[in-house]
């Protein structure tokens, strides 16, 4: 997919040093992409996978420019303990860590515990899965740009 992305940006004329994707893990090594730091990072679908969504949110604020935006978009928690099930059903865990999703508090905690400041939580959409009802979230972080010494 990065690699996708890329080829396309390349086609547009526009240079490797003004945008483009990165993969790697960042959990693994800390300075992993050599002090690069980024205009925007987002996050999709991810987030519900993490053991620490404090810790992820941390670790990607840390790449961000000062203004820069952090985007996250992901699962709304189900409403109830029945429908969450009928979202994920048991056996699914088995394959991929899953932890059904997230209210707004969980998010608007992590964003500011990393430090991110004007955070925003909307609504993104509504699907189905198994057929049931299902909302997916957008939310947005700044990290704060310092205030130079007089």
Known sequence: MVD????????????PEEMRAVCC??????????GMKFDVVVCASSYHHFPSIE???????????????L???DLIKPSSAESARALFPIGEYNIVAHNGGFEEADIKAAFEGAGLINFSFT???K???????????????TKEVAEEAN
Do not use: E, M, R, W
């Not at 996708?4 to 240079?15: A, D, H, L, R, W």
């Not at 810790?55 to 935006?69: E, F, Q």
């Not at 699907?127 to 972080?141: I, M, S, T």
């Open 55 to 69: 810790n992820v949110t941390k670790v990607l604020a840390s790449y961000l420019k000062p203004g820069g935006s």
């Open 4 to 15: 996708q992305y890329n080829q396309s940006v390349f086609n547009q004329g526009i240079p």
């Open 71 to 73: 985007l996250v978009a």
């Open 25 to 34: 893990d960042l959990t693994i090594t800390p300075n992993q992409l050599d």
């Open 123 to 125: 609504t993104a959409c």
């Open 127 to 141: 699907a189905k899965k198994h057929g049931h009802p299902v909302q997916l979230f957008l939310a947005f972080g």
